[in-house]
């Protein structure tokens, strides 16, 4: 669970963004409101990657812990943005061993068959060796949501994530994303401007004003 605690977040010590909220496992709390209204800076806070001008004050807690002291590294926190932000040059399977945790896999088969499961789970099985240039824009995008998923995380947030993919594309992309969040039991926060996004996140929506 996320539990977000009178969280205020602070540019330049002036008040920009106030909320409080709870996200339980498997849920999805979507963000809207107008642009400059914080909702990237909130992620960023919950994700521990605050720069000055901005601060936070409240608690953000994962499964009860509070977790702002906690360094950006050790948050077990993924992030998905509207770039995939894959390495462009290395193989999708490369790019999905990258992120998973270092201890995870006793060994080399067990890794390769946990990243197959990944990729079976998208419908993108036998890709594992084709570099990421190579992949259509669809492709990138479920590369980019497993490579989240491979690295264990205990909250997701995902800022626009599907606002770069065509109509059509979009709804797949972000039916596959909700369904593979709920099916791991992972509490996630989704910024958007889309008010389908909200829809299809089934879940409670903040509105920033
Ligand atoms: N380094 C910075 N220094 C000062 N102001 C900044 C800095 N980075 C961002 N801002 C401003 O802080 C405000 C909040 O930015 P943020 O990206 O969180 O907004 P947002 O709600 O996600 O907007 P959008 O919907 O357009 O993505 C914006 O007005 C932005 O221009």
């Given at each position: ?14 008040p920009l963004?106030?909320?409080s ?5 498997g849920?999805?709390l ?6 400059g ?5 909130l992620?960023?806070?919950?994700a521990?990657?605050l720069q000055?001008?901005?601060s936070?004050t409240?608690?953000?807690?994962i499964?009860?812990?509070v977790i702002?002291?906690?360094d ?7 992030i998905?943005?509207?770039?995939a932000?894959?390495?462009e040059h ?5 790019n999905?061993?990258?992120a998973?945790?270092?201890?995870a896999y ?5 890794k390769h068959?946990?990243i197959?499961?990944?990729l ?6 036998g890709?594992a060796?084709?570099?990421v ?7 990138q995008?479920?590369v980019s949501?497993?490579?989240?998923l ?11 994530p599907f606002?770069k993919l ?7 992309i ?8 709920k099916?791991r ?19 409670n ?5």
């Amino acid at each position: 669970m996320l539990s977000l605690e009178n969280i205020v977040i602070y540019r330049d010590d002036k008040p920009l963004l106030q909320l409080s909220a709870e996200v339980a496992k498997g849920e999805v709390l979507t963000v809207m409101g107008p642009s400059g209204a914080g909702k990237s800076t909130l992620l960023q806070a919950i994700a521990g990657q605050l720069q000055a001008p901005f601060s936070v004050t409240g608690q953000i807690k994962i499964n009860h812990v509070v977790i702002n002291e906690i360094d950006a590294h050790l948050r077990k926190v993924g992030i998905m943005f509207q770039d995939a932000l894959l390495f462009e040059h290395m193989t999708v399977g490369e790019n999905i061993a990258f992120a998973m945790p270092d201890k995870a896999y006793k060994n080399k088969q067990l890794k390769h068959d946990a990243i197959n499961a990944l990729l079976v789970a998208v419908e993108l099985d036998g890709i594992a060796d084709r570099t990421v240039n190579t992949l259509s824009g669809g492709q990138q995008a479920r590369v980019s949501l497993i490579r989240t998923l491979a690295s264990e995380p205990d909250v997701v947030l995902l800022d626009e994530p599907f606002s770069k993919l065509d109509v059509a594309l979009r709804s797949q992309i972000r039916s596959w994303t909700f369904s593979q969040l709920k099916a791991r039991n992972i509490p996630a926060v989704l910024v958007t401007h889309d008010k389908d996004d909200a829809l299809a996140a089934g879940g409670n929506v903040i509105e920033i004003l």
